[in-house]
């Protein structure tokens, strides 16, 4: 079982629940060393003084702010004991209307498990009621030296905590983008046209139906340099569409979105057309009855996984693909 990566109270009101925070996603993105170019020398990041360049130890470095010329150093413990409790407090300010939190302010997800025997009761009604108020519990608390907005939510029996962003983080697009063209003139068979494409490529949601198909790209050009073989190249970007060809663009478009059978889409049991998905090439495994899965990486096992087009691998823990494979 995973550790949590946060442990203390969360309280509404008077109810205070012992909790745990937990990591609720995995990165299955394949991680490469650097290498001086020509060898196979390892290139390492190393901690060093500036002035003599010694290396430093880790226990040796604290923090230090710049107040204009001068430091001003601060110690790892001097950051905990200006936040007493706050660091072991998850206080709930109030509750809200999900639909009142922009999604650009949701920055990371975490699982909200109980500790301790005899907290399940407390636990399970919070999950009940703010799954039939339909609201999320706004708090702050601190977290390895920072502190944290955070969203309180039910979803699926459990609770989740979404860290979110300070409404100072959030940039305003007119500052940040040059000539945004605001609501420009559409004509009306163009924005017919528009939402009848919209319709046609409707479908359901499905997060098993996508993957990460450049991860799988990655490795199997390791494979290929591996073999000293050369990988075929990904097609060009489509050229951008002009307003001249706009409505002809979108006319093709409502066509061969409306069949699907052309185009090598589906129809999903709603009657609504997916985009049309290629299918992905499958690589073939020669396995022996001597292979040690749990011996590989989790980017070996997820390249296994890819090439055995396992569903729901890219949610997947390392354990999940030792399993997932051996049952395959």
């Known amino acids: 079982m995973a550790r949590p990566v946060w442990a203390g109270n969360l309280a509404f009101g008077l109810v205070s629940l012992p909790v745990g925070l937990y990591t609720a996603t995995d990165s299955h993105t394949i991680h490469f060393h650097q290498l001086q170019r020509g060898t ?9 003084n500036e002035r003599t360049g010694d290396e430093v130890e880790l226990d040796d470095i604290v923090k230090g702010y710049d107040a204009g010329g001068e430091y001003v150093l601060v110690e790892p413990k001097e950051l905990d004991e ?28 975490y699982y909200l498990g109980p500790r301790g025997k005899g907290f399940d009761k407390v636990y ?19 977290m390895r030296q920072h502190e944290y ?13 979404h860290t979110l962003h300070w409404a100072d983080e959030i940039r305003d697009p007119r500052k940040e983008i040059d000539g945004l063209p605001g609501k420009t003139k559409a004509s009306d068979k163009e924005l017919k046209m528009a939402e009848q494409l919209i319709e046609a490529l409707s479908m359901d949601w499905d997060p098993d ?8 790209k990655v490795a199997a050009l390791i ?39 052309a185009t ?31 011996g590989l990486s989790k980017a070996g096992l997820y390249k296994k996984a890819a090439a055995a087009n396992l ?16 049952q395959a």
């Open 40 to 48: 196979s020398d390892r290139i390492r990041n190393r901690r060093v």
């Open 82 to 109: 200006i936040a007493p409790g706050r660091s072991q407090v998850l206080n709930i300010t109030g509750f809200v209307d999900l639909a009142d939190v922009d999604p650009i302010f949701f920055d990371k997800t």
């Open 124 to 142: 399970s009604l919070l999950e009940q009621a703010l799954d039939k108020a339909g609201k999320a519990g706004i708090a702050t608390f601190v």
């Open 149 to 161: 907005l955070v969203a309180l939510k039910a979803e699926n029996g459990l609770l989740t905590l």
């Open 209 to 216: 139906a996508f993957h990460d198909t450049f991860q799988e």
């Open 223 to 261: 494979d290929a340099k591996k073999a000293g073989e050369t990988v075929e190249k990904a097609e060009p970007a489509a050229e951008p569409t002009g307003v001249v060809d706009l409505m002809e663009a979108l006319r093709a478009s409502v066509e061969r979105a409306a069949n699907p059978k």
């Open 264 to 294: 090598g889409g589906k129809a999903t049991a709603s009657g609504k057309t997916t985009a049309a998905k290629k299918p992905a090439a499958k690589k073939r495994i020669r396995s022996t009855p001597k292979e040690d899965l749990n």
């Open 311 to 326: 569903p729901g691998r890219s949610n997947m823990t390392r354990d999940d693909l030792v399993k997932a494979l051996s």
